[in-house]
């Protein structure tokens, strides 16, 4: 069974930095896509940045030039790296993932539990 363990969320002034973890535990797949949405209060869940095996990134318009996406594929681990935050940025995080079980010719999403990220002013 595949699990996304998320950590590194918190409170933050404004201009402040963050880095969120999200590593996929279990075996016998390989990772397609790994990537963080968030979800602020009222507002539907959006792309914040992902990354694709083999290297291809995409980052929402809003977080270009201040988040960072890393992907560790050794460790099955996303990292998303938030500096110069701000406090429209407040929301819940939560890292995907499209898995591909071994023999498998399909993909499969996954969600993190999510992660609260506050940023104050």
């Known amino acids: 069974q595949v699990q996304l363990v998320e950590s590194g969320g918190g409170l933050v002034q404004s201009g402040g930095s963050l880095r969120l973890s999200c590593a996929a535990s279990?075996?016998?797949?390989?990772?397609?896509?790994m990537g963080w949405y968030s979800q602020a209060p009222g507002k539907q869940r959006e792309l914040v940045a992902a990354?694709?095996?083999?290297?291809?990134?995409n980052y929402a318009d809003s977080v270009k030039g201040r988040f960072t996406i890393s992907r560790d594929d050794a460790k099955n681990t996303v990292y998303l790296q938030m500096n110069s935050l701000k406090p429209e940025d407040t929301a819940v995080y939560y890292c995907?993932?499209?898995?591909?079980?071994?023999?498998?010719?399909?993909?499969?999403?996954?969600w993190g539990q999510g992660t609260q990220v506050t940023v104050s002013s």
């Open positions: 279990g075996s016998g797949f390989s990772i397609n896509v």
């Open positions: 990354v694709i095996s083999g290297g291809r990134i």
């Open positions: 995907n993932a499209d898995i591909v079980p071994y023999g498998s010719r399909g993909a499969f999403r996954y």
